[in-house]
């Protein structure tokens, strides 16, 4: 990643992020990416559980290396009244503030929104929980994996005789987070361009999840359907599955586009079927997904990966191997692009890691450094930004407070 000033998209807006693990941080992270100041508070003894979250090494969390990217760290002790106090003075100074507390709990502290917005009335504040800020699941506790399981995701996912499959990363947290920075920065346009308030912006992980599963709604409501779990096929388009090369690899492919299909059945060889019209209406064809998927299968398991990609890519059909890690990051494309960069890291071998995915031609995205040590900015931010002096800082450091 270049290390050459560029113009930032959000230079000089203000986040505070008092949030752990993933949902709520990864906000800050795309935040933080495109330009914000991100501060991120986390309790004194142990920070974010993100930080010993996975894989360690040397006794550093990778995984915080790359989500704790852009990000301030300063250490503070909400469960002191002194505490809560300095972080009040600091969230008068914010943009943005992101949490995923518990629902209640901000405001038996004292740090609810209602409190909150009468000293930062432009404040835009970023709730995540795992059912909602209402509701009579809304003081339960959850994680991605609880919902992943509410929202019909497991349900429909694996194969038809085996049990409900859970992702194995936080799948629901990636979809709540993107809802959340979706909805920040529609508030802070509201605020800024139409000369709207602050606002309080209630994500739940079950919501944004189940927004992406909408035909199922939809085809429940109208149609009675309820959909079962039918491995990697799908009852709306045909060819659509994976499927296993002589050399054992994979191939994904979709027929989702009536032109694409034909592409894919005229790469077979199997130009009978477009000429007969059961086999070449793409309804039709959805009577016989299982001869049809069956002749996919048959044909692509006589050659290997690179023979089958060869004639798929002629045809230009919709297909590409099923990856590894190893894979993707060896693959052309991949290393053109720059989809993973290395960084400079004072505690890591330079990582690599994922760079910024959407790319501003005028503001691009960059990564500054990886996660901070906890509290290395701790000082920095409560005496520049607070205004706390150097006795002041030392005496909260002394009682446990940052």
């Known amino acids: 990643m270049s290390s050459e000033p560029t113009a930032r998209a959000l230079e000089g807006v203000r986040v505070i992020e008092a949030a752990t693990l993933a949902a709520a941080p990864w906000i800050g992270t ?52 002194e505490g809560r106090e300095v972080f009040k003075k600091l969230v008068d100074t914010a943009d943005i503030l992101i949490v995923n507390f518990r629902p209640g709990r901000l405001e038996k502290w004292g740090l609810g929104y209602e409190t909150l ?16 800020q209402t509701g009579p699941y809304s003081s339960r506790p959850g994680f991605g994996t609880l919902v992943e399981a509410m929202s019909g995701f497991a349900h429909i996912t694996g194969e038809a005789d085996g049990p409900p499959t ?33 606002q309080f912006i209630d994500v739940s992980l079950l919501e944004p999840i189940t ?35 002589s050399d054992g690899e994979w191939i994904a492919m979709s027929g989702s586009a009536p032109s694409i299909a034909a592409r894919a059945i005229r790469a ?12 070449s209406d793409a309804q039709l064809r959805l009577q016989h997904a299982d001869e049809i998927d069956g002749e996919f299968a048959r044909w692509i398991g006589e050659r290997t990966l690179e023979e089958a990609m060869a004639v798929f890519e002629e045809f230009e059909v919709a297909a590409a191997p099923v990856y590894s890690i190893e894979q993707l990051v060896a693959d052309p494309h991949v290393q053109d692009r720059e989809m993973f960069v290395r960084v400079e890291d004072d505690e890591l071998d330079n990582p690599l890691v994922q760079a910024p995915v959407a790319r501003l031609s005028a503001t691009p995205g960059r990564i500054d450094y990886l ?11 409560l005496s520049q930004i607070v205004g706390l002096s150097a006795d002041e800082l030392a005496d909260l450091r002394q009682r446990g407070i940052i």
């Open 30 to 81: 795309f935040l933080g990416e495109y330009g914000a100041e991100v501060i991120k508070i986390e309790p004194p003894k142990g920070g974010d559980p993100l930080r010993n979250w996975g894989h360690l090494k040397d006794g550093i969390g990778l995984l915080w290396k790359t989500i704790g990217r852009n990000k301030k760290s300063v250490t503070l002790d909400f469960h002191n009244e």
């Open 117 to 132: 917005k009468q000293t930062n009335p432009g404040l835009i504040m970023v709730a995540i929980s795992a059912f909602g």
């Open 166 to 198: 859970l992702p194995p990363l936080p799948l629901a947290d990636a979809f709540a987070s993107q809802a959340g920075l979706g909805a920040a920065l529609a508030a802070l346009h509201h605020r800024d361009v139409n000369g709207g308030s602050g």
């Open 211 to 245: 927004r992406f599963m909408e035909h199922m709604l939809v085809d429940y409501d109208q149609l009675g359907m309820v959909q079962r779990r039918i491995g990697n096929k799908w009852k709306i388009t045909v060819p659509r599955n994976t499927y296993q090369t």
């Open 268 to 279: 077979i060889g199997r130009l009978d079927w477009l000429e007969d019209p059961i086999y």
């Open 371 to 381: 996660g901070r040590k906890l509290g290395a900015d701790t000082d920095d931010v």
